[in-house]
């Protein structure tokens, strides 16, 4: 008998970036990532692919399953073929690595005919990724986002949501992803450290409901420490964004946009080349696919 397991994850943008203080908060988006799991006889040997962007490390994938087998004691019994395919690129700070583990850690389980709850799912997958090296702070605001959908407001080093908000608007997300990848785990942190109080301003900015503005200010910071064009930003709001910021350490850029403004952000891109993406808000929960 094939034990076998399907998933879904979401993406996220950033809406406040926590590497500089340990807080954050990020935005549920509709791009998705999904993994396909079958367990093996061979323990010890976990194979992963990455079916949309062969060239990129797997592993994250195999730490993700592992720490999975781990948790429920069988990791002396099973290995895993492991398969993900997803339209997030990586490494553009569209929370590629925290939707695979998310969706990852599910079909995991689902192969296992496991259960776990929310926070536990959400933690093997922050684990795997510090594990991995893929994070510097774990990215537990991104992987919330991912995994829940919505907007969660965090604090990263304790692992706690502080606050978590459905978002009834669905707004459209307009993406701007240049050409060039970015790693988050080789961003200087130091430069980030240097803005932790006026980050930690945002945050409570957010937390009081103008998530909006503090997204905005947020990107306008950290691509001045990262050494960003602005411009692109200003150029969204001139559009009519209703926020718009780096996402995590960049490269890409999202825009929320009303759907009445959305041709008119997209014209004032257009300059910049790359590609832009269109998207949603996501407010749905990432599964398991029967």
Not at 197 to 222: C, Q
Not at 225 to 239: F, H, R
Request: charged share 20%; glycine share 8%.
């Amino acid at each position: 008998m094939t034990l076998s397991g399907r998933a879904v994850a979401f993406g996220a943008v950033t809406v406040i970036n926590a590497i500089s203080c340990g807080l954050g908060a990020a935005l549920g988006i509709r791009l998705r990532t999904e993994a396909s799991v079958e367990l093996t006889d061979q323990p010890g040997r976990i194979e992963g692919r990455i079916l949309s962007d062969p060239q990129e490390s797997t592993v994250l994938i195999e730490k993700t399953v592992t720490h999975v087998l781990r948790h429920f004691g069988v990791e002396e019994e099973y290995g895993a073929h492991v398969e993900t395919r997803s339209n997030i690129p990586i490494a553009r700070g569209l929370k590629s690595s925290s939707a695979a583990a998310n969706a990852i850690v599910l079909a995991v389980l689902d192969a296992l005919g496991e259960e776990a709850d929310d926070m536990t799912i959400v933690n093997l997958g922050v684990d795997a990724a510090l594990e991995a090296g893929v994070t510097i702070t774990g990215a537990f605001d991104d992987a919330s986002a991912s995994y829940l959908g919505g907007l969660t407001i965090t604090d990263n080093r304790e692992r706690k949501i502080l606050k978590h908000i459905r978002m009834d608007e669905q707004h459209p997300v307009l993406i701007y992803v240049p050409p060039k990848k970015a790693y988050t785990a080789k961003s200087n942190v130091e430069r980030m450290q240097l803005i932790a109080k006026e980050v930690k301003a945002l945050h409570r900015m957010a937390s009081l409901g103008d998530f909006w503005p503090a997204m905005t200010l947020n990107g306008i910071i950290y691509s001045e420490v990262l050494g960003y064009n602005v411009e692109i930003v200003i150029d969204a709001l001139a559009a009519g964004a209703l926020a718009a910021g780096l996402s995590g350490t960049g490269p890409a850029v999202a825009a929320v946009v009303p759907q009445e403004k959305l041709e008119e952000v997209k014209g004032s891109w257009r300059k910049y080349g790359g590609t832009l993406i269109e998207t949603r808000i996501n407010s749905e929960k990432s599964h398991i696919l029967r």
